[in-house]
């Protein structure tokens, strides 16, 4: 498993009793604390700025579709291709050679610092 988890040691351990990392990507030492690894523990401050950022984007997404954008912009690059296994593939009309969005891939630092920078820059 991967993603982002909340740095509570007592969650963590609840996840994987012996906090070894098996199961979870982070790891408890001795004295039963987390031991980053690969960036994946996050502060409930950062999960409520996700969440925030989240709930933006959706929010932002509704209202577009309801003003009647309905565009079509795939999302495209770093392995991922939005149409290659999708349902409305046959219906939907998007042609080979039309701007898509890029694909940003973000490892989780990168991701989490983007999204704290717009939230700051929105309080
Ligand atoms: S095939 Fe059409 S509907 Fe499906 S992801 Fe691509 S652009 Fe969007």
Redesign the pocket.
């Known amino acids: 498993m991967n993603g982002l988890l909340i740095n509570d040691p007592e969650i963590l351990a609840a996840m994987e009793k012996d906090g070894e990392g098996v199961f979870i990507p982070a790891k408890l030492d001795k004295e039963g604390k987390p031991v980053k690894s690969d960036n994946c523990l996050a502060t409930l401050e950062t999960y409520g700025r996700i969440f925030r950022y989240v709930n933006k984007k959706l929010t932002s997404m509704a209202q577009s579709l309801y003003e009647g954008d309905v565009r079509?912009e795939?999302v495209k690059g770093g392995g991922t291709d939005?149409?290659r296994y999708?349902d409305?593939?046959t219906v939907?009309g998007?042609e080979k050679g039309k701007p898509f969005r890029k694909n940003l891939r973000l490892d989780h630092s990168a991701a989490v610092q983007a999204i704290t920078e717009e939230d700051e820059e929105n309080e």
């Open positions: 079509r795939p939005a149409c999708c409305y593939k939907c998007f």
